[in-house]
Structure formats: structure tokens, C-alpha cells
């Protein structure tokens, strides 16, 4: 199964809503990533866990918080966004061996528009 | 720091011509290189990827790019395209992080 899933396919939520984006996969792969996605841009970086912990964060405002409750599952909860949020946003994820790369599965996104 | 940078933005192409892409990086040390492909309405899909050996990597779809450690570069090429290869082209670049950085991407449009 090389699979990421990405729930739910669409969003449209309020400036005041809160709501929350899961992804799943279960390759045993033990580096999970965020990121946003505007058309037909490249995909730019959020955040990455690293064995459940998160090791980086870009700079991303508050109104995301990432949360990885266990190796195979990755959310991101939203709160207050603005209307220049709204993007596809991408779950990805790789083997993690330091020192070494390895390609990332992409998951397909959600598309979340905030009016 | 990595970084890479894709020239062609938007090419427009008929079926059956070649293609070739340019993909180029700046990175002093070993790298780890990965062409990936986006179709309209779906995720991004890894074409192919260069870790180390023959710098000639085929990967999907009749895709095949060359690693030039010379230049810095890993074009992507396919011989004769198809209406179905129409997408925007990712090349990205990992090198002291397994974290890849992505180029701004082509848009090929593939007219039948």
C-alpha cells in the first residue's frame, strides 16, 4: 500500500470556524509533512514531523497547529483563517533514515476555501 | 543551502514531439534529485528519481531524466509526447536535509 489519504477532499469554512484536516498513511514511513499549495505553484513547505515530533515548522502562523498523534496520522487544525488561505493542502510522507533521502508520497489534498 | 531552479515555465508542445525540461540546482555537496508530475485535479506523483549509479534514470510513463554532476542538472526528456502528458512538472532537489526543496514547475500543454 503506498496510499496517503487525505480527508476531507473539500472544506469551505467561516474566518471563525474551526475545523481540522487528517492524513493517514501506513507505510511505516516516519516522516510526515504539510504543505500548502496555490495553483500552479510548487508546493511550499509548513511542517515536518520526524518520529511523531515535530522538527520543523517554516514560520507558519499560528492559526495552524499540526498535531501527529501517532505515527501513521497527521492533522492540522484550523482556527480563524483568512481568505488568502485558501489552497490545496498537501499531506506527504517519506522513510526517515538519517542522512538520507528518500522520495515523498504525496497524499490529494484538500481543498479548503475560506470565506 | 539547496536550491533549484526550473527555465522552461510554459511550454506548449504537439503530440508525438520531444520534450526536454530544464532542471538545474545549486548544492555543493551529494544530492538527491526527483522529477515529479501533477495532472490536472490529482495529486503530485513521483516520475522518476536519482540517488546515486547511472546518472541515466527512466522512470514512468516513457519519462527518462540525466543527472550532468557537471552542470548541475537533471533534465527531463521524452521522446514523443502525448494530449495525456499535459501537467505542470516538478523538479526537486534534497541535499544535507532529507527535506526537498521543489523548483516553480512547467506547465506543458500537449495540443492532439
Known amino acids: 500500500d503506498t496510499e496517503v489519504t487525505q480527508t476531507p477532499k473539500h472544506l469551505v469554512m467561516g474566518m471563525t470556524n474551526k475545523k481540522s484536516l487528517k492524513c493517514e498513511q501506513h507505510?511505516?514511513?516516519?516522516?510526515m509533512y504539510w504543505y500548502k499549495q496555490k495553483a500552479k505553484k510548487p508546493p511550499e513547505l509548513m511542517f515536518v514531523?520526524?518520529?511523531?515530533?515535530?522538527?520543523i515548522n517554516e514560520s507558519v502562523p499560528s492559526r495552524f497547529s499540526p498535531e501527529c498523534p501517532n505515527s501513521s496520522l497527521l492533522n492540522l487544525h484550523l482556527h480563524a483563517l483568512q481568505p488568502e488561505d485558501s489552497a490545496l493542502y498537501l499531506c506527504?510522507?517519506?522513510?526517515?533514515?538519517?542522512?538520507?533521502?528518500?522520495?515523498?508520497?504525496f497524499g490529494p489534498g484538500t481543498r479548503l476555501t475560506v470565506t | 543551502a539547496q536550491s533549484v531552479s526550473q527555465h522552461n515555465h510554459h511550454v506548449i508542445l504537439s503530440e508525438a514531439a520531444s520534450l526536454e525540461l530544464g532542471c538545474n540546482y545549486s548544492?555543493?555537496?551529494?544530492?538527491?534529485l526527483f522529477w515529479y508530475v501533477q495532472y490536472p485535479g490529482q495529486h503530485l506523483q513521483l516520475l522518476l528519481k536519482y540517488f546515486s549509479g547511472d546518472p541515466l534514470v527512466k522512470g514512468i510513463k516513457g519519462f527518462e531524466a540525466e543527472f550532468i554532476k557537471s552542470k548541475f542538472s537533471f533534465n527531463l526528456r521524452k521522446p514523443s509526447v502525448q494530449w495525456s502528458d499535459t501537467a505542470e512538472y516538478f523538479c526537486?532537489?534534497?541535499?544535507?536535509?532529507?527535506?526537498?526543496?521543489f523548483g516553480r514547475g512547467t506547465s506543458l500543454i500537449v495540443h492532439p
Open positions: 514531523y520526524s518520529y511523531e515530533k515535530l522538527s
Open positions: 507505510m511505516g514511513h516516519r516522516a
Open positions: 548544492y555543493g555537496g551529494t544530492v538527491n
Open positions: 506527504a510522507s517519506s522513510q526517515r533514515t538519517r542522512g538520507t533521502a528518500y522520495e515523498q508520497y
Open positions: 526537486a532537489v534534497s541535499g544535507g536535509s532529507y527535506i526537498p526543496t
